[in-house]
């Protein structure tokens, strides 16, 4: 192991301590970096953490499309098979009194296909 370490070409340079140093430094650059994104993401972490709390409040008792417990009901469940852009909207119409008549399937023909047909 001494004959590795004494045959490096550092092993003799005069600027070893200076490179030592200023490796040392990179290292606790390197650190502080992983500790600071460490803690960015801690961070987002907790701003998904609050704007999920604000989507279950909005979607649950004011919207009705999970329940206590956050299950999603079947208005929930339709509002995640629309691949249309205004999923809330679609959902809330399709589920809506005048919608939820005797011919309801009409309607939602109608709702679902004139999105696609303004493209």
């Given amino acids: 192991m001494e004959q590795i370490m ?4 550092l092993h003799n340079d005069p600027r070893l301590p200076e490179l030592y ?11 502080k970096m992983r500790d600071l994104k460490k803690r960015i993401m801690a ?5 998904q953490l609050e704007e999920l709390k604000c ?5 649950r008792p004011r919207l009705g499309f999970t329940n ?3 299950t999603a009901q079947l208005k929930g ?15 809330s119409m399709a589920f809506s009194t005048p ?5 309801a ?15």
């Avoid at 961070?43 to 701003?47: A, G, I």
């Fill in 77 to 91: 469940r339709v509002a995640c098979e629309i691949s249309t852009g205004d999923e809330l909207l679609l959902t």
């Fill in 55 to 59: 989507r279950k409040r909005v979607l």
């Fill in 43 to 47: 961070t987002h972490d907790v701003l």
């Fill in 21 to 31: 140093t200023m490796y040392s430094r990179k290292q606790e650059a390197q650190t």
């Fill in 105 to 119: 399937p009409v309607y939602l023909v109608v709702l679902f296909s004139q999105k696609r047909v303004n493209r």
């Fill in 99 to 103: 919608y939820s008549l005797s011919n």
């Fill in 68 to 70: 206590s417990s956050n």
């Fill in 6 to 9: 004494f045959s490096n070409p």
